[in-house]
């Protein structure tokens, strides 16, 4: 899916931009559906889910 690709590669320009400035590892908050993506490019879940606007959220964690 072309879409797909450019979010991943959107994924890892901030990734890069975020490892450029020092940082160790990236936490981000994303919908639960959007799990399966995050996953693939190598983040996990951290912490429990909480319900933000009615939409189901979970915290990620990648380690740069």
Same mark, same amino acid.
């Not at 991943?8 to 890069?16: K, P, S």
């Not at 908050?29 to 889910?49: K, N, S, T």
């Not at 909480?50 to 959220?57: N, R, S, Y």
């Given at each position: 899916?072309? #879409?797909?690709?450019?979010?991943?590669?959107?994924?890892?320009?901030? %990734?890069?931009?975020?490892?450029?400035? #020092?940082?160790?590892?990236?936490?981000?908050?994303?919908?639960?559906?959007?799990?399966?993506?995050?996953?693939?490019? #190598?983040?996990?879940?951290? #912490? %429990?889910?909480?319900?933000?606007?009615?939409?189901?959220?979970?915290?990620?964690?990648?380690?740069?």
């Amino acid at each position: 899916n072309k #879409g797909s690709n450019v979010h991943y590669l959107l994924v890892r320009a901030l %990734e890069d931009a975020a490892r450029a400035r #020092g940082d160790q590892r990236v936490l981000l908050h994303a919908q639960v559906q959007a799990r399966a993506f995050y996953e693939r490019a #190598g983040y996990h879940i951290h #912490g %429990e889910p909480w319900m933000e606007a009615g939409i189901p959220h979970i915290t990620m964690q990648r380690a740069l």
